[in-house]
Every structure is written in structure tokens, then in C-alpha cells.
């Protein structure tokens, strides 16, 4: 019991002092971030493209400028806080949670793949979702 209390600290540790690095030391516009490897091989935008950008933004309060990095981590970042301090705290999801319906992963793979098609399409309002 001990060894996962001192997995989630740790985790919750090393997450803290990595949005606090990203908060303080990183400056997107110096060019200080690492570039997406599957833009730089295809030259289209994965549905990852813009997230440390659009986190940055956020931890500055830049909203807007964060949903126009990567919106659908935006949107996505409740769920994703969710899951998080469920694990660091140690909550154990319910069997009858929504995460454990069926077609809760489909929907999710449906959404991911949607948006990376959509944001890749060269046309208004498409081109929008590109960072």
C-alpha cells in the first residue's frame, strides 16, 4: 500500500515541478520547445500538435490563444484533470463510472481522429483548428 501512496507523491511531484519549469523557464516564442516529429516527416498536424504551447498559454491565463494552439486539449483538460487527481489521490472509479460504458473508447478514438482530419484540411473553418 505504502510503495502506491509513494508512486502517486512522486507523480504528483514531478508534475508540479514540470508545470512550474514550463511556467517560469519556457518561452514558446524563443523557439525553446521540441517540435512535433510527425509534422516534421509529413507536414500535417498530429492531434498533439500545439498542447505544450497551449498549456503554456493557459498557465498564463491566455485562453483564447491556448484554444488556438490545440483546441481539443482545451476542451479535453477537465476530463484529463479529472483522471489525474483521481489517480494521485487514489480514487478508485466506480464500475458503473462513464469511463467503463461501452463506446466511451470509441467516442474517444472518433473524436481524436476526427479532429486530426479536420484540423489538416487546408479550408475555413477547418484551418482554424490548425496551431
Given at each position: 500500500?505504502?510503495?502506491?501512496?509513494?508512486?502517486?507523491?512522486?507523480?504528483?511531484?514531478?508534475?508540479a515541478g514540470?508545470?512550474?519549469?514550463?511556467?517560469?523557464?519556457?518561452?514558446p516564442?524563443?523557439g525553446?520547445?521540441?517540435?512535433?516529429?510527425?509534422?516534421?516527416?509529413?507536414?500535417?498536424?498530429?492531434?498533439?500538435?500545439?498542447?505544450?504551447?497551449?498549456?503554456?498559454?493557459?498557465?498564463?491565463?491566455?485562453i483564447?490563444?491556448a484554444?488556438?494552439?490545440?483546441?481539443?486539449?482545451?476542451?479535453?483538460?477537465?476530463?484529463?484533470?479529472?483522471?489525474?487527481l483521481?489517480?494521485?489521490?487514489?480514487?478508485?472509479h466506480?464500475?458503473?463510472?462513464?469511463?467503463?460504458?461501452?463506446?466511451?473508447?470509441?467516442?474517444?478514438?472518433?473524436?481524436?481522429?476526427?479532429?486530426?482530419?479536420?484540423?489538416?484540411?487546408?479550408?475555413?473553418?477547418?484551418?482554424?483548428?490548425a496551431?
Amino acid at each position: 500500500m505504502h510503495e502506491h501512496k509513494f508512486l502517486r507523491i512522486s507523480i504528483f511531484i514531478m508534475a508540479a515541478g514540470c508545470i512550474l519549469l514550463l511556467y517560469f523557464f519556457v518561452e514558446p516564442k524563443n523557439g525553446n520547445l521540441p517540435t512535433c516529429f510527425f509534422h516534421q516527416i509529413t507536414g500535417l498536424f498530429c492531434p498533439g500538435c500545439g498542447v505544450q504551447r497551449s498549456f503554456h498559454a493557459l498557465l498564463h491565463g491566455y485562453i483564447s490563444a491556448a484554444m488556438g494552439y490545440n483546441l481539443l486539449f482545451v476542451l479535453c483538460l477537465p476530463l484529463i484533470i479529472y483522471f489525474v487527481l483521481g489517480y494521485v489521490l487514489g480514487k478508485k472509479h466506480s464500475s458503473s463510472s462513464f469511463i467503463y460504458r461501452p463506446g466511451f473508447s470509441l467516442m474517444v478514438l472518433i473524436v481524436v481522429i476526427s479532429f486530426w482530419v479536420l484540423r489538416n484540411l487546408p479550408f475555413t473553418p477547418f484551418s482554424w483548428l490548425a496551431p
